[in-house]
């Protein structure tokens, strides 16, 4: 029998859709249900693609008696962290505060007011390592409370009470200015690893907000020691195993220090965040990898992420099923000599093994390796690469394939709109800016609907329930602000002023400060605010990139004023904890820049078009744009020069000699700031 999650539109519910637990989505007639039978709600989170919440759905949501207590105790929650982010980070940071740790899958045990009072994340089936079993937490807290409600009431009394007291210090005093940046570039450089490049030690996640800011620091400032950590960290992510070195894209993270062994996963937003790295590293550099990495990145989103309605699905389970039809993570990307012996032959698999670092021994698990590219073959024949990892890649086509959940996350697509938007601008792809368009208009046309509020998430072309949350309006209106840059349409720069005023009202408290949910949200037992950038930008900083690039396209002062507002914690966390904040300083760069502003009269895609959008300037507008029709606030009264196409460079009110040079424009883009 089918539970309550038949109903739902995410993939992650859907696969709990059958289990004999009798699951409710998060709704408040879930909480009236545990009041009216008195007993606690259990609520277990977890998204799609995650390895361990599949381990302990086999486990214990699929078990027939563990099912029959929780069913008899509990009212159960699933909720997926993708569709529903203030509900996980609102948890997630009580289990934090109590655990010291957290991760998905993650299980809370709540009162029927929502409020926590028992906390962890995976747990066996069996006791082992000193954690209890699954069934002995759920009599444990079943046992608590029966007989100890007082005892349960007050920890759920102190546990919210603590993270109402948690409030946010936002800097408030200012914005960062160079003082500010360079202590983060000093705390970054503490913390490079000098011999693999990347930050910190193992699990290793790509920093792509943090090579964001150090390519904008370098196009500032000049200063080539951020240019080595972006461009070496870039390449040893590259040669990697977390780069998949067959058909493109990158994985969620190396499990080791060398990026040699991925956790196999693909994300969406890792593979858009790294798309538009590789592409503006090439952009600073003219390196041929960056460019071949931008193009394989932005083809892989395209072939294996696209949805029929022209969204990108969310993400590529790790795991997928081998040769012996057990269901393995890697299994689908690992080589072992014989399957490599078994493709291409003799000669061309001792070849291939030394290119992409393939032994006996194996640098996964069962003797399989990981494809890199450890560079001691020598002087490689590149035909014969390619040959050979064409017919790799044909062969592992034929392997079954990683799940993917097809859910589209409002915010993950603005992040891909705006990498697809500059990839195909810089390298010539109109078919990219096609493909960014068409997920822009799913955006508008599905996500934004009838309502004029952003939805969170869609599949097969129908919104989800949840409202977009601040992340989902900064990123969507990046990308509309990157797509307009590109196709010269004025109307995506009015969706993103559309999308950004909402910000204004329904997200903006007092003192700059930046909340991850509307005013007029669901009420949860405390309203998320997290300004840190994680795996992707954090709302916050989010919304103050695009509410400040929307102000050098318009000259209002209201984003303006509230970009600035919002960079205050930027200036506060920016020196004690860059690597958490990296597209805060990315964003504070373009502050300390002008922004600069480029208005070329002539034509969408001509060569002075096509120079402004090359330009290393952070965080420069480009508008372009011909005739009395030009779509954008910054071509008014912008005339040809002697009739030619004309290129207008201003920063602060204050505008250089207009230039109808190229060469000209570039070097206007390329230097320090003057003004």
């Known amino acids: 029998m089918a539970n309550r999650l038949a109903q739902t539109t995410s993939p992650y519910l859907l696969q709990h859709a059958d289990n004999p637990v009798d699951w409710w989505p998060w709704s408040p007639e879930a909480f009236e249900e545990a009041r009216r039978r008195d007993v606690p709600v259990l609520l277990s989170v977890g998204y799609a693609s995650c390895h361990w919440c599949h381990v302990m759905a086999h486990e214990s949501f699929e078990d027939d008696a563990t099912a029959a207590y929780m069913n008899e105790h509990f009212v159960s929650v699933k909720v997926d962290r993708e569709e529903r982010p203030d509900v996980d980070a609102v948890y997630m940071e009580a289990v934090q505060a109590a655990t010291g740790h957290g991760g998905w899958p993650m299980t809370v045990f709540l ?4 409020e926590p009072f028992y906390f962890g994340t995976y747990f066996p089936p069996e006791a082992r390592h000193g954690s209890p079993s699954f069934r002995q937490v759920l009599e444990g807290v079943a046992a608590a409370w029966k007989d100890r409600r007082d005892e349960v009431a007050e920890v759920a009394g102190r ?10 210090v936002h800097g408030g005093d200012g914005v960062p200015g160079e003082s500010e940046v360079a202590q983060a570039l000093l705390g970054l450089t503490r913390e490079y690893d000098e011999q693999h490049g990347g930050f910190g030690g193992a699990p290793k996640f790509p920093p792509s907000m943090a090579v964001e800011f150090l390519l904008r620091h370098y196009a500032r400032t000049g200063s080539e020691g951020a240019l080595q950590m972006a461009a070496d960290t870039c390449a040893a992510m590259a040669r990697g195993g977390i780069y998949d070195q067959l058909g493109g894209g990158f994985a969620r993270y190396s499990v080791d220090r ?9 994300m969406l937003y890792d593979n858009a965040l790294l798309c538009r790295v590789y592409a503006h590293l090439w952009r600073a550099t003219g390196s041929d990898e960056a460019r071949r990495i931008a193009l394989e990145t932005a083809d892989f989103m395209v072939r294996e992420l696209r949805t029929a309605e022209g969204g990108f699905a969310s993400a590529l389970d790790a795991d997928s099923e081998d040769a012996d039809g057990r269901h393995v993570e890697g299994a689908y990307y690992v080589w072992t000599p014989a399957q490599l012996r078994e493709v291409l032959g003799e000669d061309d698999a001792a070849f291939a093994a030394a290119y992409y670092g393939v032994t006996e021994d194996g640098t996964f698990e069962e003797g399989a390796s990981v494809l890199r590219l450890p560079g001691d073959a020598g002087p490689v024949d590149a035909d014969r690469v390619a040959d050979v990892r064409a017919r790799l890649l044909a062969a592992r086509e034929q392997r079954p394939r990683p799940g993917r959940d097809d859910k589209v996350v409002a915010a993950w697509n603005g992040l891909a709109v705006a990498a697809l938007a500059e990839t195909g601008a810089y390298f010539d792809r109109p078919d990219l800016v096609e493909r960014a368009t068409e997920a822009a208009d799913l955006l508008v046309r599905v996500h934004l609907g009838e309502v004029a509020r952003l939805t969170r998430t869609s599949k097969d072309g129908r919104a989800g329930d949840n409202a977009g949350v601040l992340e989902d309006y900064g990123d969507v209106a990046e990308g509309f602000l990157a797509l307009a840059a590109v196709t010269g349409e004025g109307a995506w720069l009015e969706f993103a002023g559309f999308l950004l005023d909402i910000v204004l009202e329904q997200f903006t408290g007092e003192g700059g400060q930046l909340y991850d949910t509307a005013h007029d949200a669901e009420q949860l037992i405390r309203r998320p605010q997290d300004p840190t950038d994680s795996a992707t930008p954090s709302g916050w900083t989010a919304a103050a990139g ?5 102000a050098a396209y318009t000259g209002s002062e209201p984003h303006r004023t509230a970009a600035e507002g919002a960079l205050g914690v930027v200036k506060a966390l920016g020196p004690r904890v860059p690597r958490f904040v990296g597209w805060g300083l990315a964003v504070a760069e373009a502050l300390l820049d002008g922004p600069r502003e480029v208005a070329v009269a002539g034509p969408v895609g001509g060569e002075l078009h096509r120079t402004a959008l090359l330009g290393r300037a952070p965080g420069a507008v480009v508008a372009a744009g011909e005739g009395p029709g030009a779509e954008f606030p910054l071509l008014v009264d912008r005339p ?5 196409p004309t290129a207008y460079v201003c920063r602060h009110f204050v505008c250089s000699a207009p230039t109808t040079n190229a060469g000209e424009l570039a070097a206007a883009l390329a230097g320090p700031a003057g003004g």
């Open 159 to 168: 546990i919210v009470a603590d993270l109402a007291g948690r409030s946010l």
């Open 111 to 114: 009162t029927a007011d929502g």
């Open 546 to 550: 695009a509410l400040l690039s929307y």
């Open 640 to 644: 040809l020069v002697g009739g030619q």
């Open 258 to 266: 060398e990026w040699i062994v991925p956790h196999f996963e693909k």
